[in-house]
């Protein structure tokens, strides 16, 4: 991948050409970011297990009737994906409350939600990826109606099944984001990751995070945590 020129670079991840038409290379990145990027360092081998445990999870999802973008794994830290056209919003689904939404509404942490509470969020790195109403969506273009419920609708089911699949693992769900994107035909799929970057996850017994939320807060052994949800993953499939 060293000779090619990403067509565009995140906090996390690069985004290459694939070799078949409407098809993209992506590339998991050792880095580490938090609160909007202003806190920021490099693991190594973290690109690997996200790359990883996205794609167990993806093909989890293919499985039980949910479209993603994952095609399959290149090597340890590339996979390759249909080419979507990404929807500017993400999409965020909550079943314990924590993080934000306890600053923002004054709610009390460990609440849990049933069903899941939907947020959406613009993405835009400048503003902070702010939250912005199902309205405001339509209204300013980000999204139309139809993609706001369809959208809701698959988070909602990735809820049941993630919750399910991660309850079985004693691995509490608390929360997480999905983005979504249209591929060449039109159909709406779920891209991006689905890893420990983008999802908080709690051990049941001891609740202690197994995410990115430890680097957040300086928990320390941030890969072993990525490990763990790796490791639970694959004894589940192995059952």
Same mark, same amino acid.
């Given at each position: 991948?060293?000779? =090619?020129?990403?067509? !565009?670079?995140?906090?996390?991840?690069?985004? &290459?050409?694939?070799?078949?038409?409407?098809?993209?290379?992506?590339?998991?990145?050792?880095?580490?970011?938090? !609160?909007?990027?202003?806190?920021?360092a490099s693991m190594e081998g973290k690109g690997t297990l996200n790359n990883q445990i996205s794609?167990?999870?993806?093909? !989890?999802?293919? @499985?039980?009737?949910?479209?993603?973008?994952?095609?399959?794994?290149?090597?340890?830290?590339?996979?390759?994906? @249909?080419?979507?056209?990404?929807?500017?919003?993400?999409?965020?689904?909550?079943?314990?409350?924590? #993080?934000?939404?306890?600053? =923002?509404? #004054?709610?009390?942490?460990?609440?849990?939600?049933?069903?899941?509470l939907v947020e959406f969020y613009l993405k835009n790195d400048d503003l902070g990826d702010p939250i912005v109403t199902e309205g405001q969506a339509v209204i300013?273009?980000?999204?139309?109606?139809?993609?706001?419920?369809?959208?809701?609708?698959?988070?909602?089911?990735?809820?049941?099944?993630?919750?399910?699949?991660?309850?079985? $693992?004693?691995?509490?769900?608390?929360?997480? @984001?999905?983005? &979504?994107?249209?591929?060449?035909? #039109?159909?709406?799929?779920?891209?991006?990751?689905?890893?420990?970057?983008?999802?908080?996850?709690?051990?049941?017994?001891?609740?202690?995070?197994?995410?990115?939320?430890?680097?957040? @807060?300086?928990?320390?052994?941030?890969?072993?945590?990525?490990?763990?949800?790796? $490791? $639970?993953?694959?004894?589940?499939?192995?059952?």
């Open positions: 991948m060293e000779d =090619r020129q990403p067509l !565009y670079e995140g906090k996390a991840k690069r985004l &290459f050409p694939g070799e078949e038409p409407n098809t993209l290379i992506v590339e998991y990145k050792d880095s580490l970011t938090a !609160y909007n990027a202003q806190k920021k794609a167990l999870l993806f093909d !989890y999802l293919e @499985k039980n009737g949910i479209r993603t973008h994952y095609i399959q794994i290149i090597d340890k830290n590339h996979q390759l994906v @249909k080419k979507t056209k990404i929807i500017p919003l993400e999409v965020v689904v909550r079943n314990i409350t924590t #993080g934000s939404i306890c600053k =923002r509404l #004054g709610v009390p942490e460990g609440k849990r939600l049933d069903p899941g300013f273009g980000w999204a139309t109606r139809e993609e706001i419920k369809e959208m809701k609708t698959l988070a909602l089911k990735v809820n049941d099944l993630l919750r399910a699949f991660f309850e079985e $693992r004693n691995v509490v769900l608390v929360d997480f @984001k999905l983005e &979504f994107g249209r591929t060449e035909e #039109g159909e709406m799929v779920v891209a991006d990751e689905i890893s420990p970057d983008t999802c908080r996850f709690w051990d049941t017994s001891s609740r202690n995070s197994l995410d990115k939320d430890r680097f957040r @807060k300086d928990l320390g052994n941030v890969l072993e945590a990525y490990e763990e949800i790796k $490791r $639970r993953i694959c004894a589940g499939e192995r059952k």
